[in-house]
């Protein structure tokens, strides 16, 4: 599997122009599941970043989005993980199939 990046903004070349746009609110491409809930619960990057869920308790979780979205992981025991590399912009937003209560978006950007 691909190691997970976040890109994160870099100055605009050349002199006297305007400052280069903010980074990601958050630069990493990782979701710990802990505590029966997603941290970060939004987790903001870059257009093709894999971004990887580990489950950190010890009960099975999924990562399931919502309204037919892309994001169908099986049951992750304790320790388990799952990729998804982002391909385009957008907001995805999922959930936990065993624990519906527990919600997180991941913010795509450009």
């Given at each position: 599997m691909p190691t997970s990046t976040a890109q994160r903004g870099s100055p605009t070349a050349g002199g006297g122009g305007a400052p280069a746009a903010p980074a990601p609110s958050?630069?990493?491409?990782a979701v710990a599941?802990?505590?029966f809930a997603f941290a970060p619960a939004t987790l903001t990057v870059r257009v093709g970043t894999t971004?990887?869920?580990t489950n950190n308790d010890?009960?099975?979780?999924?990562?399931?989005?919502?309204n037919g979205g892309p994001l169908h992981s099986?049951?992750?025991d304790s320790g388990g993980v799952y990729?998804?590399?982002f391909a385009k912009s957008g907001t995805y937003t999922y959930f936990c199939t065993v624990h519906p209560f527990m919600h997180g978006s991941v913010v795509v950007q450009p």
């Open positions: 958050s630069t990493g491409g599941v802990k505590n971004v990887t869920w010890d009960e099975p979780h999924t990562v399931t989005s919502d099986p049951p992750l990729r998804y590399t």
